[in-house]
């Protein structure tokens, strides 16, 4: 497999490498990988299904990110080492809110 060939993609939360405490990155498949700052390599590999996994770090702690389901609907993602709640813990109610807080503001772009 190529160096710059990955399985899945991470967002991780700046904030979380500046503290210095490691973290445990999810994998799709339950597993977890050992994040210990500073990172040395752009990619983990998942020890339970060997998944490449990139990382891709993310200024701050947001929380979470919008993204796109497989339909094109906006969705929240996960931005793991965040301190925040993560999205799938959130009540249904304010992820409803937040997205359609991102629908509109796409209307409005024209998107």
Known sequence: MPENDYDLYAFVAGDALKEGHTFQLQ???GGTAPM????KTEFVV???????IKVLVIAGDPGYIIGRDA?????LLSVQGSAATPPHQLPPEERRRIIER??????KQGK
């Open 27 to 29: 994998c799709n498949c």
């Open 36 to 39: 210990t700052p500073p990172l």
């Open 46 to 52: 998942c020890p339970k299904c060997a998944s490449k």
């Open 71 to 75: 339909s094109g609907e906006p969705t």
């Open 102 to 107: 991102v629908k509109q503001q796409m209307r």
